[in-house]
């Protein structure tokens, strides 16, 4: 025989926080610049590490190819 489910009790909603003080703002703010920066900096670094792959890939293609064509003759 199946048992029925459980229900779960969940607390009330709290009460809605209170505003952040300007010290908090400026915290966050600071914090989401060097975020920013810090995304910015390895959005670069991966831009510069895409186009390397890319361009080892259609070396290696074209060589393929010229082997291939090469082996066929």
């Given at each position: 025989?199946?048992?029925?489910?459980?229900?779960?009790?969940?607390?009330?909603?709290?009460?809605?926080?209170?505003?952040?003080?300007?010290?908090?703002?400026?915290?966050?703010?600071?914090?989401?610049?060097?975020?920013?920066?810090?995304?910015?900096?390895?959005?670069?670094?991966?831009?510069?590490?895409?186009?390397?792959?890319?361009?080892?890939?259609?070396?290696?293609?074209?060589?393929e190819r010229?082997?291939?064509?090469?082996?066929?003759?």
């Amino acid at each position: 025989m199946t048992m029925p489910r459980r229900r779960l009790i969940r607390p009330a909603t709290p009460a809605a926080a209170p505003p952040p003080t300007s010290q908090q703002l400026q915290k966050l703010r600071a914090k989401l610049e060097k975020d920013r920066k810090n995304l910015a900096r390895w959005m670069a670094r991966l831009k510069r590490a895409f186009t390397f792959v890319q361009k080892h890939q259609q070396r290696i293609a074209r060589l393929e190819r010229l082997i291939t064509k090469l082996h066929g003759e």
